[in-house]
């Protein structure tokens, strides 16, 4: 391998894909995309692996998997063509939810398919039970908007027409979700004509060689990585919170490592939920192993981001989980479950890594949708207000990250001036939280809150990605769990207060507030260590009181000050707990009900039985155990499904 041509063709593929992303979100239509910077653009070979990604707007990363799943049902392409999708069940895990339009353009440099280009971008609205198509309790594919499974949109330079109206007929925003599409294809074209000039430069041959070079340097940096892991297997679980005491969705992951290779296995992990928490697990890894690649990219940060990191990683889910989905489940909120498999895959990687790598974070992305009518036409209107979140956990080397979690950097906070102009909305509040962190040598990142008052006449408000409500983010190696997260209603003229957890759709009147505080990042590390002039500098800025400063990390401030003399006092009166994990109150609680052992048992059970009923099965269990006090063990849980199996197996009428 040439590393010098692999550098400037790692460079070169960079400058492509970062000139298109620019474009798009520059020219694109809605809020999600132009502000939130939810979308993508890649550059991909023939066979569907991403070579390029780029990394300063939109949804950066590793790559992802491929986009094989889309472009593998079509092989006649011709120069002009574009393919449309947001079907997740017919592209093997490309498109995780319906919201998600895909569009995939083949490139051709004399006659020959050398790459495609692709997008995607979130659509604020693709029709659906509510507005903004996403809601937690929805438990279809079919109330959440139209579903195109991959078509042309474009065939050889002409429009289809029919697809286009179906599309901007379904959805409350037809034109911004149309005007949104057209910036992407924007983007895929500029990537095809500097393809096709970077051919004319050095021959497809040495394109081709080039992608080859490129992959390959990113799959040796990643085995390098993997490698300095320990070898050996590693289990972890974490959870998704349910509705009732006992209907907890358990994630359940466990890594192997062997030499430079890692195999993610989430067996065990519940069955798909009648809920918006689900998605298709994608091939080779897909977003269930965003942790492991996140840290070959920390470790190696100049590795070129691409599919070739994927390449030494497989991963695994019984089909029938909530990450491994079967038609006709819900998606929507599935970044939930997304996240939870992180802080699962985190947990593993933390007992992989001598010194560990990191607390939880929020493990959120409340994404905060309104609707309200147009007063001239009666027609809904529908925005996306902000992206919703918390801070990260606490690093092995440094503080989390305040008000953002580590899965969600890509979200962009969206500026007041533009919610108040473009929403029924006043902002009359928005701020990180003091004290709501994890402590720890170094603390998680801080939660958010905002308040948002209503100022039209009616609106209703959907904020997908409610999560942590009840299940602590969770600290580590001596930090402590960081907070729950709270949402609230408060009638106009400051009447009734309500405390909502996480809902739905929320009617609003004029003068009416939802004031929102997000979950914040665990901590990692003995809290008794940390740097008094850390603590200092919090109270300073007032994330930490003088009071909590004394009594969380034993640092006695004084007019701003660490009071070094009572600080060595007050430490050497203090003990910590230097748990590898800390939970919390809840789970620990839970989890003295229903073990690890228990909940993999239930969700192999429940696997077992045909899938229309495991729903009706799965709550008639939780049911019956729910009236019965004490710890529950896997033999208990088998023996209560494998009877409703029993009863409830529709004879054979042969």
């Not at 002409?158 to 109206?165: A, E, G």
Request: hydrophobic share 40%.
């Amino acid at each position: 391998m040439d590393l010098a041509r692999v550098e400037i063709m790692k460079n070169r593929f960079a400058a492509m894909v970062e000139e298109a992303v620019t474009l798009a979100y520059r020219t694109a239509h809605t809020t999600l995309v132009k502000q939130t910077q939810d979308f993508a653009v890649c550059l991909a070979r023939p066979n569907g692996e991403r070579f390029a990604s780029p990394m300063s707007a939109g949804a950066g990363g590793s790559g992802g998997g491929t986009i094989a799943g889309m472009t593998r049902h079509f092989e006649d392409y011709a120069p002009g063509d574009v393919v449309v999708t947001n079907d997740p069940f017919n592209t093997d895990g490309l498109v995780t939810h319906q919201m998600d339009i895909n569009l995939a353009q083949p490139i051709f440099y004399r006659d020959e398919l050398v790459a495609f280009s692709w997008a995607f971008v979130h659509a604020t609205d693709i029709g659906g039970a509510v507005p903004g198509s996403v809601a937690p309790d929805l438990s279809e594919c079919f109330q959440e908007g139209f579903r195109i499974r991959p078509t042309w949109l474009i065939r050889k330079g002409v429009m289809n027409q029919d697809i286009v109206n179906i599309m901007k007929d379904n959805s409350r925003m037809g034109d911004a979700l149309w005007g949104d599409l057209e910036a992407m294809m924007a983007a895929m074209r500029l990537m095809e004509q500097r393809v096709v000039e970077l051919c004319d430069k050095v021959g497809a041959d040495a394109f081709r060689q080039g992608i080859n070079d490129v992959m390959d340097y990113s799959e040796a940096k990643a085995r390098s990585v993997i490698a300095s892991l320990r070898d050996g297997v590693y289990e972890f679980s974490d959870y998704l919170d349910g509705q009732g005491s006992d209907d907890a969705v358990h994630i359940h992951c466990k890594l192997s490592i062997e030499g430079d290779q890692a195999h993610v296995d989430f067996a065990g992990s519940s069955p798909q939920v009648n809920a918006a928490l689900n998605f298709p697990l994608a091939r080779p890894i897909g977003m269930v192993c965003s942790a492991l690649t996140n840290y070959i990219m920390t470790k190696e940060p100049s590795v070129p981001r691409n599919n070739g990191i994927c390449r030494p990683i497989t991963a695994s889910a019984p089909l029938g989980t909530v990450m491994n989905a079967e038609f006709p489940a819900a998606m929507g909120n599935r970044w939930m479950t997304v996240m939870r498999c992180y802080d699962a895959l985190m947990g593993c990687l933390n007992q992989a890594v001598p010194e560990g790598i990191a607390a939880c974070g929020a493990g959120q992305a409340g994404i905060i949708a309104a609707s309200w009518p147009d007063p001239r036409t009666g027609r809904s209107k529908v925005a996306v207000v902000e992206p919703f979140c918390g801070g990260s956990g606490g690093r092995m080397c440094t503080d989390g990250v305040d008000g953002i979690d580590t899965m969600l950097g890509f979200l962009k906070s969206t500026p007041v001036e533009h919610v108040e102009a473009e929403t029924p909305f006043l902002v009359r509040h928005h701020a990180l939280v003091p004290g709501s962190f994890g402590h720890g040598q170094y603390r998680g990142g801080a939660s958010i809150s905002i308040e948002l008052e209503c100022v039209s006449a009616q609106a209703a408000v959907t904020v997908r990605g409610l999560e942590r409500f009840k299940f602590q983010p969770w600290g580590a190696r001596g930090g402590s769990p960081g907070r729950n997260g709270e949402t609230w209603f408060i009638k106009a003229g400051g009447g009734e207060k309500v405390s909502l957890g996480r809902f739905g759709l929320l009617p609003m009147s004029s003068g009416d507030v939802l004031r929102m505080v997000s979950p914040s990042g665990g901590g990692f590390g003995d809290p008794l260590v940390r740097s008094p002039e850390l603590v200092a500098h919090d109270v300073r800025e007032q994330l930490l009181s003088e009071g909590e400063a004394r009594r969380s990390y034993g640092v006695v401030i004084s007019d701003g000050a660490v009071d070094a003399p009572a600080t060595t006092r007050a430490r050497a009166e203090m003990k910590t707990n230097l748990a590898d994990v800390s939970h919390g109150k809840l789970r620990l609680e839970y989890e003295a009900r229903w073990p690890t052992e228990t909940n993999v048992a239930f969700s192999d059970a429940i696997l077992q039985a045909p899938p229309g009923l495991r729903t009706a099965i799965q709550r008639e269990v939780q049911a019956a155990f729910s009236k019965s006090p004490g710890k529950i063990d896997p033999v208990m849980v088998r023996e209560m499904v494998a009877a409703s199996v029993h009863r409830m197996q529709v004879p054979n009428e042969g």
